[in-house]
């Protein structure tokens, strides 16, 4: 299993751009999460879904929104980027168990 | 503000020493502790995990110890090793879908722990 796989690792994007961080999981796990992660800091949950179809909003959702249309993929949509969202992008899943599995991350710059 | 925090934000050990990492928490309801270990560009990964009906759970080299009166966490790492150096977080769930699963976990700020020859 390649468990949680996050794409693109790099991005840079610019003031205003669009773009969509990819989230992918082979453990059936029926809830995913996305998180970022500002220098220095903890994590903090932006969204979540509890099964296909299902998104719900986390501490902080502004600037995003996501989809999930499989069970297996759960897309993080940036709109009109902007400089508060560089940050370090990570997706989770988890299944009967409570704890989490993470992807690798995604670090994104924001210029 | 957070629910879940450190008390360092930077623990320095010798190598073979044990180390303590500590976590508070501020909410009662919280009934599931997990700590994470984050090395440099990499994702949080499990290390171990513990109910709130328990005060300690032991795993190989770890031990993590919750006292809910004070509502304090706390990671044991025994005969610390170069490949322990990462950052340590405490993570805190409060509630629970039926049948399992999570609607997310509570993250604290994280402890860098640094492993002296």
């Known amino acids: 299993n390649a468990g949680v796989t996050q794409t693109p690792k790099f991005r840079i994007l610019k003031i205003g751009q669009s773009m969509t961080l990819q989230c992918a999981q082979d453990?059936?796990?029926?809830?995913m999460y996305w998180y970022r992660q500002d220098p220095g800091m903890g994590l903090k949950l932006i969204y979540y879904?509890?099964?296909?179809?299902?998104?719900d909003k986390g501490e902080v959702p502004n600037g995003y929104n996501v989809s999930r249309s499989t069970t297996e993929d759960f897309p993080l949509r940036l709109e009109l980027a902007a400089p508060s969202q560089t940050s370090v992008y990570f997706c989770?899943?988890?299944?009967?168990?409570?704890?989490?599995?993470f992807g690798s991350g995604t670090r994104l710059t924001v210029v | 503000g957070e629910s879940v925090g450190l008390h360092l934000p930077t623990l320095s050990v010798q190598e073979g020493d044990n180390s303590i990492i500590n976590c508070a928490y501020s909410n009662s309801a919280s009934d599931y502790f997990i700590w994470y270990k984050q090395e440099s560009g990499k994702g949080p990964q499990f290390i171990i995990d513990i109910r709130s009906n328990m005060d300690k759970r032991q795993g190989q080299r770890v031990t993590v110890l919750l006292n809910k009166t004070v509502k304090h966490l706390s990671l044991q790492i025994a005969a610390t090793q170069p490949g322990d150096s990462a950052v340590y977080f405490c993570?805190?769930?409060?509630?629970?879908?039926?049948?399992?699963?999570?609607?997310?976990?509570?993250f604290g700020k994280g402890t860098h722990l640094i492993i002296q020859p």
């Open positions: 993570a805190e769930n409060t509630e629970m879908y039926s049948g399992g699963g999570a609607d997310g976990l509570t």
């Open positions: 453990m059936n796990h029926n809830y």
């Open positions: 989770a899943s988890s299944g009967r168990a409570r704890w989490l599995h």
């Open positions: 879904s509890v099964g296909a179809g299902i998104t």
